[in-house]
């Protein structure tokens, strides 16, 4: 009888804690992301705070849309003030000469990395440097926007 009680209790909190998709003091943030007037799908998305607090982080989707998350993705962000980073890059395959395995069994060491194209000019990848911002009010935020120019 002892264990019904604590497992229905046991389940009772995990079903609590699972109602709200939100972390704890975390208010709802989306946005979007345009480069030169066009979405801009599979850009990481970084929120620095201002001050004390904890950053967060989203990523874009084919309409550029993004919600951020603290700990989980889309768990929301804290109220305050952000510096933002703006992030994607891709791995230039033209510059990969041999397949990186073939190199590590031949010379017991792998490869360097083949350098990375940006595709978001690189000052955008510093919060501090990169000129965006956003405030996340109390309320939370479905109305973020940030639009990038590569001119």
Request: charged share 20%; with cysteine; proline share 8%.
């Amino acid at each position: 009888m002892r264990y019904a009680i604590f497992a229905a209790a046991l389940v009772a909190l995990v079903i609590t804690g699972c109602s709200n998709d939100l972390m704890p003091g975390a208010v709802e943030a989306k946005g979007v992301v345009l480069l030169d007037g066009a979405p801009l799908e599979g850009a990481t998305v970084i929120f620095s705070p201002v001050g004390d607090g904890r950053s967060a982080n989203g990523r874009t989707d084919e309409a550029g849309a993004f919600s951020l998350g603290t700990i989980a993705p889309a768990d929301g962000v804290l109220p305050g003030e952000y510096q933002v980073a703006i992030i994607k890059s891709l791995v230039d395959e033209s510059r990969a000469t041999e397949d990186p395995m073939a190199i590590q069994e031949r010379t017991g060491q792998f490869p360097p990395s083949p350098p990375n194209i940006n595709i978001v000019p690189r000052k955008f990848a510093n919060p501090e440097r990169s000129g965006l911002t956003a405030s996340v009010s109390d309320e939370g935020t479905t109305e973020l926007k940030f639009e990038i120019e590569t001119k």
